[in-house]
């Protein structure tokens, strides 16, 4: 009776506050970054005039419904944004006294907030303005290869295969893509041949990996040489000698679709775009569902946290570790026909230019999420952009520190927002069944 009654008794303050004790701490990384945001944008204002004004254009000439641009006090607004930031640095803090950690659509305010600041202080005092569309627009161009490189490790390493080689695998890809649509005459046979070839480069992963137990980064390694070799001794010889055959720009055309290509901002920039960035959309949304959605999601996190178990229940470990490399090896591919049928350019030697690393980065500052990889490589994207912007528009900022910028944004971004990141656990491990 007493058991009864005690278990029926109402929760007390101090089994509350013991639960409470429960919660993860939540270390101060976002607020020092929040405040050293801030703390920047306030130094920015030693550069700045009291008189002058930021011009910012956010329209095109092709806009349905023209767009005036607006040009704002370069002084007050970057002093309103680094308000905004020391606010959200406060707010954070007080969060994080409650062992509640910053909400994700803080992180995007604080953000715009500063990037803003900077392209107010960029253009501040001239004559020429701030293109924000154009600016977008290469952004989203920018991270093609790394979302869809990043999606290609998300799916390898959720399996627990190490991609190292997404760098081969876009090379490859916009080798192929290249080399197929000028010798059809079209850009759409390109982008069928893309993820084929990267295709090739997953099987010879996995074949090493799964087979042979071979250590992954090693043959990740291998497989980036072997690609960047053997392409560039075919650029040298078969397609130099005719390059009229097998190296013609064949770009894709851009498809405009009306109605949501007229909307202000982001209409052009997400909805004039070629089928490359459509299929993007579409794999992005796809995977997220089929991964977190699914049972071939449930069955490839099994396999890539605890094969063993995976393999009780009569999950086949290594069959299902081999396709699900070939098909992020597809994926990263595919990406690979933007440096070439995307961009409407002909291939040139080593033409990836380490875009394959940068999209490892991304797919780890996204923990391993497909959209949480997918916002991490428009932000290298944003940031790699934006640096090509401000060069050629005379910034007054050093080349040197705009060419650096997306590797320093970077590495604010994953010492700030990401913290502790914990890999698939079988990540790397080859499975023997015994």
Same mark, same amino acid.
């Given at each position: 009776?007493?058991?009864?009654?005690?278990?029926?008794?109402?929760?007390?303050?101090s089994?509350?506050?013991?639960?409470?004790?429960?919660?993860?701490?939540?270390?101060?990384?976002?607020?020092?970054?929040?405040?050293?945001?801030?703390?920047?944008?306030?130094?920015?204002?030693?550069g700045?005039?009291?008189?002058?004004?930021?011009t910012?254009?956010?329209?095109?000439?092709?806009?349905?419904?023209?767009?005036?641009?607006?040009?704002?006090?370069?002084?007050?607004?970057?002093?309103?944004?680094?308000?905004?930031?020391?606010?959200?640095a406060?707010?954070?803090?007080?969060?994080?006294?409650?062992?509640?950690?910053?909400?994700?659509?803080?992180?995007?305010?604080?953000?715009?907030?500063?990037?803003?600041?900077?392209l107010?202080?960029?253009g501040?005092?001239?004559?020429?303005?701030?293109?924000?569309?154009?600016?977008?627009?290469?952004?989203?161009?920018?991270?093609?290869?790394?979302?869809?490189?990043?999606?290609?490790?998300?799916?390898?390493?959720?399996?627990?295969?190490?991609?190292?080689?997404?760098?081969?695998?876009?090379?490859?890809?916009?080798?192929?893509?290249?080399?197929?649509?000028?010798?059809?005459?079209?850009?759409?046979?390109?982008?069928?041949?893309?993820?084929? +070839?990267?295709?090739?480069? @997953?099987?010879? !992963? #996995?074949?090493?990996?799964? %087979?042979y137990?071979? =250590?992954q980064i /090693?043959?990740?390694v291998?497989?980036?040489?072997l690609?960047?070799?053997?392409?560039?001794?075919?650029?040298?010889?078969?397609?130099?000698?005719?390059?009229?055959?097998?190296?013609?720009?064949?770009?894709?055309?851009?498809?405009?679709?009306?109605?949501?290509?007229?909307?202000?901002?982001?209409?052009?920039?997400?909805?004039?775009?070629?089928?490359?960035?459509?299929?993007?959309?579409?794999?992005?949304?796809?995977?997220?569902?089929?991964?977190?959605?699914?049972?071939?999601?449930?069955?490839t996190?099994?396999?890539?946290?605890?094969?063993?178990?995976?393999?009780?229940?009569?999950?086949?470990?290594?069959?299902?570790?081999?396709?699900?490399?070939?098909?992020?090896?597809?994926?990263?591919?595919?990406?690979? +026909?933007?440096f070439?049928v @995307?961009?409407? !350019? #002909?291939?040139?030697?080593? %033409?990836?230019?380490? =875009?394959?690393? /940068?999209?490892?980065?991304?797919?780890?500052l996204?923990?391993?999420?497909?959209?949480?990889?997918?916002?991490?490589a428009?932000?290298?994207?944003?940031?790699?952009?934006?640096?090509?912007?401000?060069?050629?528009?005379?910034?007054?900022?050093?080349?040197?520190?705009?060419?650096?910028?997306?590797?320093?944004?970077?590495?604010?971004?994953?010492a700030?927002?990401?913290?502790?990141?914990?890999?698939?656990?079988a990540?790397?491990?080859?499975?023997?069944?015994s």
């Amino acid at each position: 009776m007493s058991t009864a009654t005690t278990a029926q008794q109402p929760a007390t303050p101090s089994m509350d506050a013991e639960h409470a004790h429960t919660r993860p701490k939540v270390g101060l990384k976002t607020t020092v970054v929040y405040a050293l945001a801030a703390f920047l944008a306030l130094l920015l204002l030693l550069g700045v005039d009291a008189g002058d004004r930021t011009t910012f254009q956010l329209g095109t000439s092709a806009d349905f419904v023209t767009i005036p641009n607006i040009t704002v006090p370069a002084m007050a607004t970057i002093l309103i944004l680094a308000l905004i930031m020391a606010a959200a640095a406060v707010w954070a803090f007080l969060l994080r006294r409650n062992r509640v950690p910053a909400p994700a659509w803080l992180h995007l305010i604080v953000g715009v907030a500063f990037v803003l600041a900077f392209l107010a202080f960029s253009g501040a005092g001239k004559s020429s303005v701030i293109p924000m569309v154009a600016l977008l627009q290469g952004a989203v161009m920018l991270s093609v290869p790394l979302v869809f490189g990043a999606l290609s490790g998300v799916i390898c390493e959720r399996s627990g295969i190490i991609n190292i080689a997404i760098e081969g695998q876009l090379l490859f890809g916009a080798f192929a893509a290249a080399v197929v649509a000028s010798a059809t005459g079209t850009g759409y046979a390109g982008l069928i041949a893309a993820p084929i +070839a990267g295709a090739l480069v @997953g099987a010879l !992963l #996995a074949w090493f990996a799964v %087979m042979y137990r071979v =250590n992954q980064i /090693i043959v990740g390694v291998v497989l980036n040489t072997l690609i960047m070799g053997l392409t560039g001794f075919l650029f040298s010889t078969v397609l130099a000698q005719n390059k009229a055959v097998w190296n013609t720009r064949m770009p894709l055309p851009r498809i405009r679709i009306p109605g949501l290509a007229d909307i202000p901002v982001i209409g052009p920039v997400l909805f004039n775009q070629t089928i490359l960035v459509y299929l993007m959309y579409a794999i992005v949304i796809i995977l997220n569902f089929m991964l977190f959605r699914s049972r071939w999601g449930l069955r490839t996190r099994a396999v890539g946290e605890h094969p063993k178990a995976a393999d009780t229940v009569g999950i086949k470990v290594n069959p299902r570790r081999v396709w699900n490399t070939i098909l992020g090896g597809a994926i990263a591919g595919l990406g690979g +026909a933007f440096f070439t049928v @995307g961009t409407g !350019l #002909a291939f040139g030697r080593d %033409m990836s230019a380490g =875009n394959g690393f /940068i999209a490892l980065a991304a797919m780890i500052l996204g923990k391993w999420n497909p959209l949480g990889a997918v916002a991490a490589a428009l932000l290298f994207g944003f940031s790699k952009n934006l640096g090509n912007m401000l060069s050629s528009t005379g910034s007054g900022v050093p080349p040197e520190l705009l060419i650096a910028l997306p590797y320093i944004i970077t590495i604010f971004a994953v010492a700030g927002f990401v913290g502790r990141v914990r890999p698939p656990a079988a990540e790397g491990i080859p499975y023997t069944k015994s």
